[in-house]
């Protein structure tokens, strides 16, 4: 790739293909950006609805579907948008073709309806771009060491798009949304917070660990790997091919990309908790084990965790699953109560996590202490805390959300003037 020609990835969700007028106008967004003299490549997903109604087909007839043909027919919603975003294109004067992920070709494992990606080669689509051709990928899937299809499972397309983005050398991956960037907080809740223009990886994949929806974990994970600038706007908003130097979006980054880090980056929340509390249990080497591992064979992901021991020897866990997981993590301990021997098992969904994230708190002092004081003047309890090295979530009644997260952006200057 000669150093004067920017090579861009562009990758547009369901929302951004709804329909055929919108379709179209994903169509202008790539012709603005192959008129301002770039090699682009696009990335789709389905029409909105389109793959949870296959996915219903599927269920309808038999709920214990063979997942390799479950894969054959969710793949298809992909494989439509992106011949007709190709022939959008070609009607604007623009040579395009479409790319499914068996072409490319894009390798997964056999894990069928979450496989992960094992290499791409991308030499057929540098080829195809330097020719002056726009490639017109299907997110979501590939193929699997059996020559089967496959698809890579919730965020797959973001997945897919980074992963192409880093296979073709590209100098970003443009992710289109119905949102204009990252922002500091939800919006919806908090008024004055302010669009990102820069995060670093690490912290946007806190913020998308502990509830922020704009990008998928696995997806922000590969980009860090392999250094991919992935940058989030909308594609409702009309407006010139962003350019290097004037971007209107989030730019996600190595940490070195940002000059002055900010003590706080965001705050984000999660309603999809629940908790349970392991109550008088046998205070003993392996009590841990006995209570957590019943729990990894039932395939529950454990989050935030406190134990706390009594004057009379006997302990109390309290952890957080999924809402998702949550009878069947009350199963595994059931069937396993005579070896835990616990006194009592108490539940509770009604709570969210509530998480602060930042790379300046590893250089900061006083985040952690910022928060606890803030939720106690508004005598919020803290039910739950958990840390890492730039993030601390504490779990609290899920009726002060809102109050909870307002206080807590103001609290750490995050309010746009």
Known sequence: MSPTVPRIVMKFGGTSVADLDRIRAVAEKVRKQVEAGCEVAVVVSA??????????????LSPRHDEREYDTVVATGEQVTSGLLAIALQNLGIKARSWLGWQIPLRTDDAHGKARIESIDGTALIRSMQAGEVPVCAGFQGIGPDGRITTLGRGGSDTSAVALAAALKADRCDIYTDV???YTTDPRIVTKARKLHRITYEEMLELASVGAKVLQTR?????????VRVQVLSSFNDGPAPAEGHLPGSLVVDEDEIVEQEQVAGIAYSRDEAKLSVRRVP?????????????SDANVNVDMIVQSTGDDGMTNMTFTVSKNDLARAIAALDA????????ELLTDNDVVKISVVGVGMRSHAGVASTMFR?????????????TSEIKVS????????ELAVRALHTAYGLDAA
Do not use: W
């Open 394 to 401: 504490v779990l609290i009644a899920a009726e002060y959300t």
């Open 180 to 182: 204009d960037g990252i």
């Open 219 to 227: 997806s922000v994970e590969l980009a860090m790997k392999e250094r």
């Open 336 to 343: 396993h109560r005579a070896t835990i021997q616990y006194g």
């Open 283 to 295: 205070d003993r080497p392996g009590i841990a084990a006995a209570v957590f591992g019943p729990l």
């Open 47 to 60: 029409m909105s609805g389109v793959t949870n109604r296959l996915v219903g087909y599927c269920r309808d």
């Open 374 to 386: 803030t939720l106690a003047e508004r005598n919020i309890n803290v039910q739950v805390i958990s």
